[in-house]
């Protein structure tokens, strides 16, 4: 689904993540875990294009991604959120989802303009999906508030519908457990196997709660200082040394 070589981006002398790969498989949820600036959100610009990697490239779905638009990427199927939630908050949550949606619009200018049935007729499946999305992430009854009216929660549920919206094949998760509390923790984790369930989907996930990760992945990276440092199943990572001396600073032995 998505394949990574040797991605490397410096910044002025600074390595901030240094032969990076990474081989996502169909229907498999995978997470990259790492302590505080060890290179995770670059390595997801990276692989979404907002940043151009120094070296390497990026395959999705065998296609090469890496230097086309972010929008291109997002209308072949990959689509993520943020790790600072970017709503549109001053528009409904309706039409946070239908914005989206417009990137896989059939109908021209022209239609639009002098409303013939075939923009009719797709508005109102736009529409029809757009509520079916919200229903999914529970925020069907809070269609025409205001973003910005959202709790924090709630504004990381739109954030995951709204890449929904996009289609995608791969869906990559920027922190979406930060701000939440266990109970919302816990319920984001169904709703991602449930998506993942539904839609056939492949998810990347980064984030900070290593239980969080620990539950809900199949396969797991581990980034200390840009470099991968361990990867595997759950019990595999939870177990290497590495990985316990760059989270808590000193070896198996005195872990």
Known sequence: ????????????????????????????????????????????????????????????????ITGKRPDRIAKLGLARTFQN?????????????????????????????????????????????????????????????????????????????????LAPKLLLLDEPAAGMNPNESMELMGMIRSIRDRYDLSILVIEHDIPFVMQLCEHIQVLNYGQLIAEGNPEEVRSNPEVIKAYLGRSAEHA
């Open 1 to 64: 689904m998505l394949e990574a070589a040797n991605l490397t981006k410096k910044y002025k002398g600074l390595t901030a993540v240094d032969s990076y790969s990474l081989r996502v498989l169909p229907g498999r949820i995978h997470g990259l875990i790492g302590p505080n600036g060890a290179g995770k959100t670059t390595v997801f610009n990276m692989l979404t294009s907002l940043v151009e990697p120094t070296e390497g490239r990026v395959l999705f779905r065998g296609e090469p």
């Open 85 to 165: 939630i970017r709503l549109f908050k001053e528009l409904t949550v309706l039409d946070n989802i239908l914005v989206a949606a417009q990137i896989h619009k059939q109908y021209g200018f022209f239609s639009a303009m002098l409303g013939l049935p075939s923009y009719t007729r797709e508005e109102k499946a736009l529409h029809h999906n757009a509520i079916r999305l919200l229903e999914e992430v529970g925020l069907a009854g809070l269609a025409h508030h205001k973003a910005r009216s959202l709790s924090y929660g709630n504004q990381r549920k739109l954030e995951i519908a709204r890449a929904l919206a």
